[in-house]
């Protein structure tokens, strides 16, 4: 069930208004529930899609960091807190003007990309639609995303440096 749920979700079909959003930032942050998921998009966003990208860890993005982020980004929160929203609203759309995308399994105040509820696996759909989200994002950008300019991945020839 669980192969078949992640198929699902890396064939889904991004909203043009969400794959938009994020070709046109300067920087995306990805902001979650220190899982793993957030940390993950956050590295997979430079290789991908090769734009700028941090990770708002915890609560950081309520704390200080919103004195330097521009209108010209973008915030992925991955599964808010839904008695957040508002305050992720005020702070980040209000108070900066940028905008904020979300990936949950509920419909939420921000440009949403839906994936089902799958209890403690639920992770893995998550991260398999935030991986869709940046392969459009590159695709779109017309990027070649089997071969990096400068990272190093697996199966890439390494040469030594001495």
């Known amino acids: 069930?669980?192969?078949?749920?992640?198929?699902q979700v890396l064939e889904m079909h991004i909203p043009d208004e969400i794959t938009e959003t994020l070709i046109n930032s300067k920087i995306i942050?990805?902001?979650?529930?220190n899982n793993g998921v957030a940390e993950e998009l956050t590295l997979k966003a430079n290789e991908i899609a090769r734009k700028k990208s941090d990770f708002l860890e915890g609560t950081y993005v309520f704390h200080g960091?919103?004195?330097?982020m521009d209108a010209d980004e973008v915030v992925v929160i991955i599964d808010p807190?839904?008695?957040d929203?508002?305050?992720y609203k005020d702070v980040l759309i209000d108070g900066i003007?940028?905008?904020?995308?979300?990936?949950?399994?509920?419909k939420t105040i921000f440009p949403t990309i839906i994936i089902p509820e799958y209890g403690d696996f639920t992770n893995y759909l998550e991260i398999a639609a935030?991986?869709?989200?940046l392969a459009e994002i590159g695709i779109n950008m017309g990027i070649d995303v089997d071969n990096t300019l400068r990272a190093r991945k697996v199966g890439h020839e390494f040469e030594s440096f001495s």
Do not use: C, D, P, Q
């Open 81 to 83: 807190f839904k008695n």
């Open 130 to 133: 935030g991986w869709n989200l």
């Open 97 to 106: 003007g940028l905008k904020v995308v979300a990936i949950s399994t509920r």
């Open 85 to 87: 929203e508002e305050k």
């Open 65 to 68: 960091i919103e004195e330097v």
């Open 29 to 33: 942050y990805f902001a979650g529930r």
């Open 1 to 7: 069930k669980l192969g078949t749920l992640i198929t």
